[in-house]
């Protein structure tokens, strides 16, 4: 609304003498105390989907260490090198269980590598999705070959090995073949004592102690290696249960995909309607409302229209 009518410098800035001057579209009381009640019941539907994003996160965690420390039959317990497991379970070094190993990239100044290229590569920013279903940048047959960049399969988990912030540590699941670079390690499975699900989910538990693990020399950057990657202890309960684990937290983070579309989708309807109302481009009374927390508006309105020119 108020778009270009600042000073025109390096840091643009509006001046008090041009404030002053701005146009305020002033509604009368009645149809304030309006947009005011409408906004207000989405902002508390948003607040409301922010409790239960946070409470389902809370519910992932518990979960997470209920079910890898005591399993899913409360069966007796033993003490293993990471902790109190079901007695049943193995605990088994990851290199047992897949092939470990680590990509590089091509580089970015050899057009060669880079244009035209239809292979998948994927750098560290993508393992906060979690279940990588694409990529954004493509690498060429020239530089899988001249630079021996391995072609990871479906269905392979991948781990941070560097990174900054929350990246060192995560893990994630690529459903379709790629290649990946320095910073991401990958974990091919051979074996079919393994869900690759169960086990991204066990690695989501390992989380504070790789990157423990990582940092324990003193670098304040931190990294971890594919030797050691390769040494990592898994749990590996029977395929039944692994299933059945897998399926409990498929559950969960479907319900945790459908709040977080609500909660996108309330954030654009109070953005749209913010800028609507208070522009006047809808009236308030042009409004649906039928929403929650928006109760006793409607009998208003209609005191509003009738007072209306």
């Not at 304030?32 to 906004?39: G, M, N, P, S, T």
């Not at 998948?120 to 694409?134: D, M, Q, V, Y």
């Amino acid at each position: 609304m108020y778009f270009g009518r600042g000073n025109v410098t390096t840091i643009p800035n509006l001046s008090q003498s041009k404030l002053c001057k701005l146009p305020l579209p002033v509604p009368n009381l009645a149809e304030q105390r309006k947009i005011a009640a409408v906004l207000g019941a989405v902002q508390r539907a948003i607040e409301q989907q922010e409790r239960l994003l946070q409470l389902a996160a809370e519910l992932k965690k518990t979960l997470l260490h209920q079910l890898f420390t005591h399993g899913l039959h409360g069966e007796p317990q033993k003490q293993t090198e990471i902790g109190p497991v079901p007695e049943s379970w193995d605990v088994v070094p990851l290199g047992s269980l897949a092939k470990i190993g680590n990509g590089s990239t091509p580089k970015r100044g050899n057009d060669g590598y880079w244009q035209g290229g239809t292979i998948p590569w994927l750098n560290s920013a993508k393992i906060h999705e979690r279940f990588i279903t694409g990529a954004y940048q493509f690498v060429t047959d020239l530089a899988v070959k001249e630079c021996r960049l391995p072609r990871v399969k479906p269905g392979s988990l991948l781990i941070a090995i560097t990174g900054q912030g929350k990246t060192l540590g995560n893990s994630a699941l690529v459903s379709f073949e790629t290649c990946i670079n320095q910073h991401l390690a990958y974990a091919q499975f051979t074996s079919p004592r393994v869900m690759p699900e169960f086990v991204l989910w066990f690695m989501q538990t390992r989380y504070e102690h790789l990157r423990s693990i990582s940092q324990a020399g003193g670098s304040t950057k931190g990294a971890l290696t594919c030797g050691y990657l390769k040494t990592y202890p898994i749990l590996v309960p029977s395929l039944d249960e692994q299933h059945e684990i897998t399926r409990i937290f498929a559950a969960l983070d479907r319900k945790e995909q459908i709040q977080l579309a609500k909660q996108a989708a309330l954030s654009s309807l109070f953005r749209t309607l913010l800028q609507q109302l208070m522009t006047a481009q809808i009236r308030v009374h042009d409004l649906d409302f039928s929403m929650p927390g928006a109760t006793g508006l409607g009998s208003e309105n209609s005191d509003q229209r009738k007072s209306e020119p």
